[in-house]
Antibody, heavy 120, light 107 residues
Framework: QVQLQESGPGLVKPSETLSLTCTVS????????WNWIRQPAGKGLEWIGR???????NYNPSLKSRVTMSVDTSKNQFSLKLRSMTAADTGVYYC??????????????WGQGTLVTVSS | DIQMTQSPSSLSASVGDRVTITCQAS??????LNWYQQKPGKAPKLLIY???NLEIGVPPRFSGSGSGTDFSFTISSLQPEDIATYYC?????????FGPGTKVDIK
């Protein structure tokens, strides 16, 4: 059974950079797209971007100037960096897998989510 | 970006009732539409993919239909464990976008 687990600081200061890692267990990170999705408290879901196991990326244009994703296949991990954090970036951050390596796919496995608060 | 709308934003129904949620895309997305269930404090769970295909292990009381810009999601007989917020999501084009959600409650 594939499992995803987000890790990273729960508190980030304004203007600083958020760094999150998603560790994949129970399966290989290879040959899949891996996504980051966030959810402000009490609100809906926003797709941040995705990375393929080869390292190719697609980002949401609304966040593209601040986002960098990377993958470490040796550790079965992928990561998110979001720069210049503001209070509007506060919320739960999820990592998720697309169901197979085809064009675009549904998100079939999700991490439990990690709450990130932006505050001084 | 493709905008997704859902209605209603919330509903309250009795156990055993048939519940239907609609989702509309701002442009033709063919059948590239998924439905997720999110319970409080939990990650979303994929229920239906490609408009009408039930994910493995999902009870058959859940179903989906539609194409193009108009889609619907139905719970044929609402159960207490179905209390959740339901989101549609398009994956025809990047960026992937979600509907605002429909909160389902028991009357």
């Amino acid at each position: 059974q594939v499992q995803l687990q987000e890790s990273g600081p729960g508190l980030v200061k304004p203007s600083e950079t958020l760094s999150l890692t998603c560790t994949v267990s129970g399966g290989s990170i290879s040959s899949y797209y891996w996504n980051w999705i966030r959810q402000p408290a009490g609100k809906g879901l926003e797709w941040i971007g995705r990375i393929y196991s080869s390292g190719s990326t697609n980002y949401n244009p609304s966040l593209k100037s601040r986002v960098t994703m990377s993958v470490d296949t040796s550790k079965n991990q992928f990561s998110l960096k979001l720069r210049s954090m503001t209070a509007a970036d506060t919320g739960v951050y999820y990592c998720a897998r697309e169901s197979n390596s085809g064009y675009y796919q549904p998100f079939d496995y999700w991490g439990q989510g990690t709450l990130v608060t932006v505050s001084s | 970006d493709i905008q997704m709308t859902q209605s209603p934003s919330s509903l309250s129904a009795s156990v055993g009732d048939r519940v239907t949620i609609t989702c509309q895309a701002s442009q033709d997305i063919s059948n590239y539409l998924n439905w997720y269930q999110q319970k409080p404090g939990k990650a979303p769970k994929l229920l239906i993919y490609d408009t009408s295909n039930l994910e493995i292990g999902v009870p058959p009381r859940f179903s989906g239909s539609g194409s193009g810009t108009d889609f619907s999601f139905t719970i044929s007989s609402l159960q207490p464990e179905d209390i959740a917020t339901y989101y549609c999501q398009q994956y025809d084009n990047l960026p992937f976008t979600f509907g605002p959600g429909t909160k389902v409650d028991i009357k």
